[in-house]
């Protein structure tokens, strides 16, 4: 049912169905623009005679004298009468309900109604049948001195008085920064009363704290933090039945996967060493059998099946003999930049894990990942299980995160400091004697829900490269779940305690944030006791969630304006596309280059700009 309405002529469609007394029909009518004009609703005979129902709409106050709702039962135009003013304070984007009975003997209840609450009602008399309820959607002027801008009102239901709940308008997925508000709305129609109930991830919601409305047409959440990412849905009832609405997901920053790999079609599957790495997505895969003597029976096999989302890594081994340091292996996941040059492994090169995703480029200054944390922090969060528990090998499921002083490095040296962030271990220490701290409350993302995990946190130096070893181990390990770490609050705590645990004066807070974190390694280190192992462990979602960052202009240094030209900072949401211009006159607009933002800023320089005696810049989206 819809129509339209040229200077208040009717052109709109009738309903096909016809109504006669006793009936209770319901209308749902919402504005769409700000500056639109006028809607009506008809409730009238076939040929326009008699009593009819008239509903006229406007949410522009420059349209005419008629800002609000009204009702008006006599056959004229609404601006050429005395209408009667149902509600004053009309808005945009609001679904308003008009509920209208009409009795056995003609008299009419006209019901104006909002998330449930009766705004106004009305009353008319004579209203005989059969009825027909039609809208008009305004355009042009509705009377003298009114505004032409063209308006549209968006239809959005019928319902009689014994319908079931019908949904035609479903919540819609929101990406929100951390800290930002999520809405949510549903716009349904059915027999009132209609009741809602919102719900997350499969559970009822009720309002408290950050969440509100959770029983009403509209769910604001507030402050959104990672433990608001989830979906959401609306269930909405009457006394004839219910519907549940589509699902609507909330991610709080940007979501960048790692498994499911992006545009992997095909199993990739590596055997031993056998190819040496396998390219996975934005990711490398690689056993990694660094300390295992090659006399060893059985195999390390790792497997990804893109059907269902799934790393494997399955340990089955005999007659082992470690070479070096005690560690057997490391099979992991990579991203970024791995260290370690020629000869180390056998026949390898120093590795980009992939191109990176343009939104995530490693290296990455550990400075400007730590700054994230004021955005959200930037985490980890695996979906992961261990299997069988407990391992019979001394074993640890752990990221390995290396930092070093140069980009790229030459090679790991004393100013290196390798990070690793256990979430299970079985018979196994990290290295170092004794923890540096204990019971450190870290905050952690644990099947979706925000808790403070406790961990010891252990520091020595390798005994062969002296680089720096920092290990977060958790007090109660996690051996399967979804776990999500924050890693710039964790490398926040290394600049605020590296020169203290190893009394090194290159790691002060400030020479760290100049440091480079290379890449991010997702894995599982095990030793031997008894010359066999036999273990495994999956991953079924991996990912990292990157908070939004504005669009922020700097100066490039404290002389951003030389011979060479004008330079000058910039930093936007990752992954977003920018076109950088130009102007002398804050009116005409001249491209100069384009950027895509990243966690790091960049660092541009206009050539150009010495020419002038004055020059603008702005950051546009193409």
Do not use: H
Not at 167 to 172: D, G, H
Request: hydrophobic content about 40%; charged content about 5%; overall charge negative.
């Amino acid at each position: 049912m819809s129509g339209a309405n040229n200077n208040y002529q009717f052109t709109g469609i009738q309903s096909f169905e016809a109504f006669s007394p006793p009936f209770t029909l319901s209308a749902t009518v919402t504005g769409t623009i700000a500056n639109g004009n006028p809607f009506e609703l008809f409730l009238s005979n076939s040929n326009w005679s008699g009593s009819r129902l008239e509903i006229f709409g406007n949410i522009n106050r420059a349209n005419c004298g008629y800002y609000g709702i009204w009702a008006n039962s006599v056959n004229d135009g609404i601006c050429a009468l005395n209408p009667y003013l149902l509600y004053q304070n009309a808005a945009v984007g609001v679904p308003y309900t008009f509920q209208i009975s009409v009795d056995a003997s003609g008299n009419l209840t006209l019901s104006l109604i909002n998330n449930g609450v009766t705004l106004a009602q009305a009353a008319g008399s004579g209203f005989i049948g059969p009825f027909y309820l039609i809208l008009g959607q305004g355009e042009g002027s509705p009377c003298t001195g009114g505004s032409t801008n063209v308006g549209v009102w968006q239809y959005v239901g019928l319902a009689s008085s014994n319908s079931p709940p019908s949904i035609l308008a479903q919540p819609q997925g929101l990406t929100v920064g951390i800290g930002g508000t999520a809405v949510f709305g549903v716009t349904a129609i059915g027999a009132t009363p209609l009741s809602y109930q919102w719900i997350k991830s499969g559970s009822n919601l009720v309002s408290n704290g950050n969440v509100i409305g959770t029983t009403n047409t509209t769910l604001t959440i507030s402050n959104v933090s990672v433990v608001d990412a989830a979906n959401y849905q609306v269930v909405v009832s009457n006394s004839f039945g219910s519907v549940t609405s589509s699902i609507a997901k909330l991610t709080a920053g940007q979501e960048i996967d790692l498994i499911p790999a992006p545009n992997v079609n095909q199993s990739v599957s590596l055997t031993n060493s056998n190819p040496l790495k396998g390219q996975l997505g934005l990711c490398a895969i690689e056993n990694n059998l660094y300390g295992l003597a090659p006399s060893f029976t059985g195999q390390v096999v790792m497997t990804y099946f893109p059907n269902m989302d799934l790393l494997t890594n399955t340990i089955a081994l005999g007659q082992m003999t470690v070479t070096s340091g005690g560690v057997a292996a490391y099979p992991e996941i990579e991203y970024g930049y791995k260290p370690w040059p020629p000869p180390w492994p056998p026949n390898s090169t120093n590795y980009y894990s992939s191109t990176n995703s343009a939104a995530l480029l490693f290296p990455v200054k550990l400075g400007d990942l730590v700054n994230m944390e004021s955005y959200g922090g930037f985490w980890a969060v695996a979906n992961y299980a261990v299997s069988p528990i407990p391992p019979q090998n001394p074993m640890d499921f752990a990221y390995d995160i290396w930092i070093t002083s140069s980009n790229p490095p030459v090679s790991v040296t004393a100013t290196t400091v390798e990070l690793m962030i256990w979430l299970y271990a079985s018979n196994l220490t990290p290295s170092g004697t004794t923890p540096k701290l204990t019971g450190v409350p870290m905050p952690c993302l644990v099947n979706g829900q925000l808790q403070y995990l406790l961990f010891d946190v252990y520091a020595s130096t390798n005994t062969s490269s002296n680089w720096a070893i920092v290990s977060f181990e958790p007090e109660a390990p996690l051996s399967a779940g979804s776990i999500g770490v924050d890693l710039s609050r964790i490398m926040g705590m290394l600049g605020s305690e590296l020169q203290n645990w190893f009394g090194n004066s290159v790691w002060t807070q400030s020479s760290l944030s100049n440091f480079y974190v290379l890449d991010v390694e997702l894995g599982s280190e095990f030793k031997d006791t008894s010359g066999s192992a036999n273990y495994g462990w999956g991953i079924s979602r991996y990912y990292f969630i990157a908070p939004p960052i504005p669009l922020t202009f700097g100066l490039g240094s404290a002389q951003s304006l030389t011979t060479n030209g004008f330079s000058f900072r910039l930093q936007g949401q990752l992954g977003s596309n920018y076109v950088v211009q130009a102007s002398t006159n804050l009116n005409n607009w001249q491209p100069i280059t384009n950027f895509v933002g990243t966690i790091s800023p960049i660092y541009l320089n206009d050539p150009a700009a010495k020419n002038f005696k004055q020059r603008f810049y702005r950051a546009v989206t193409p």
